[in-house]
T-cell receptor
Framework: KNEVEQSPQNLTAQEGEFITINCSYS?????LHWLQQHPGGGIVSLFM???GKKKHGRLIATINIQEKHSSLHITASHPRDSAVYIC???????????FGKGTKLSVKP | EPEVTQTPSHQVTQMGQEVILRCVPI?????FYWYRQILGQKVEFLVS????????KSEIFDDQFSVERPDGSNFTLKIRSTKLEDSAMYFC???????????FGPGTRLLVL
């Protein structure tokens, strides 16, 4: 069983839609990352959070430590949001990440 | 804005050859990582490095792999005798502390023939 599970695996949305990607994990963590991977392969960190909620532009990330669950929301989605969104958790203090399989998002104009 | 750089961007090698992948982390960062992503699969942790030594490694990081910080700026991953299954994208990342945002390099795509 994967320690980090994401859903859905694939998501197609129309431009302007509100999008939610979910992440559940089964291990104790220090923090959780949401990452974005573009078709070229590069990985960018969107958020790192250990409690509550963070917002950056149209992106919102929440985490519920008790329920071992995090969500990434995209408001007013745009075709340029099309990418793979990856949830990754940090165990311990050294920072090494355990990754989910990613959610492939495609936003149609 | 500071960024993590990696060289080369692509490398093709013959099975059994040694390869060295190079990374320049962000200058004031103290924690360094190597990850790999086999095509179509999830990203996997290989090794973390702090205070000039390996702090943690995965079961993937066997005796064929080694890491080094030969000077104050470079961080290298060496694969001693490459196998076909080592073909993957290798990402270097760095962070200021172990529980902060990690910054990823653009990756090195390694193809072993």
């Amino acid at each position: 069983k994967n320690e980090v599970e994401q859903s859905p695996q694939n998501l197609t949305a129309q431009e302007g839609e509100f999008i939610t990607i979910n992440c559940s994990y089964s291990v104790g963590i220090s923090a959780l990352h949401w990452l974005q991977q573009h078709p070229g392969g590069g990985i960018v960190s969107l958020f790192m959070l250990s409690s509550g909620k963070k917002k950056h532009g149209r992106l919102i990330a929440t985490i519920n430590i008790q329920e071992k669950h995090s969500s990434l929301h995209i408001t007013a989605s745009h075709p340029r949001d099309s990418a793979v969104y990856i949830c990754a958790v940090i165990r311990g203090s050294q920072g090494n990440l355990i990754f989910g399989k990613g959610t492939k998002l495609s936003v149609k104009p | 804005e500071p960024e993590v750089t990696q060289t080369p961007s692509h490398q093709v090698t013959q099975m059994g050859q040694e390869v060295i992948l190079r990374c320049v982390p962000i200058s004031n960062h103290l924690y360094f990582y190597w990850y790999r992503q086999i095509l179509g699969q999830k990203v996997e942790f290989l090794v973390s490095f702090y205070n000039n030594e390996i702090s943690e490694k995965s079961e993937i990081f066997d005796d064929q792999f080694s890491v080094e910080r030969p000077d104050g700026s470079n961080f290298t991953l060496k694969i001693r005798s490459t196998k076909l299954e080592d073909s993957a994208m290798y990402f270097c990342a760095s962070s200021q502390t172990g529980v902060e945002t990690q910054y990823f390099g653009p990756g090195t795509r390694l193809l072993v023939l």
